[in-house]
């Protein structure tokens, strides 16, 4: 494959992954009535479009068009999310939980992003690298939301 090729298709599996943070923090949020949780879960929201647009510039920019849609693994994931709430009911604990699980697999897509041998340019690198620094911010902001719901689950 070349190397450009490799580089979009990086890019865009990047955007599904943001993508797929958006509709379970999406579904998150219909699942609580706590108002801090609903604010938390719009910023994730919100910092993942802001993602989503700036790989897609640079998709775009190397003439790729604007990638859309999620994986199909998310798509399984927020399936087992709606089960999961169904027999828990709307439990602080379980959504953070489910949560920090897809954060987990956010942070698995951008280590293998910036592990791998695709060439990319610095400017690039940099900007998926500063993604995951916020995502991994993100990801220790839920933990830690989640290890409180548990004290006061117990």
């Known amino acids: 494959m070349e190397q450009q090729e490799m580089l979009a298709e990086v890019l865009q599996d990047l955007v599904k992954i943001n ?6 923090y999406e579904k998150a949020k219909e699942a609580t009535d706590d108002a801090d949780l609903k604010a938390l879960f719009q910023r994730m929201i919100d910092d993942s479009e802001h993602y989503a647009s700036q790989l897609n510039a640079e998709l775009v920019s190397m003439g ?30 379980a959504i953070l939980s489910s949560c920090e699980y897809g954060e987990d697999a956010a942070q698995r897509a951008y280590y293998t992003t910036l592990r791998s041998d695709t060439g990319m340019p610095y400017s690039m690198r940099e900007m998926i690298a500063n993604q995951q620094i916020s995502l991994r911010n993100a990801h220790d902001t839920i933990k830690t939301y989640r290890d409180l719901a548990a004290v006061v689950h117990s």
């Open 19 to 24: 993508n797929d943070r958006v509709e379970g």
């Open 64 to 93: 790729e068009p604007v990638k859309s849609g999620t994986t199909t693994a998310g798509k399984l994931y927020r399936a087992w999310m709606d089960m999961k709430i169904i027999f828990t009911g709307h439990n602080r604990y």
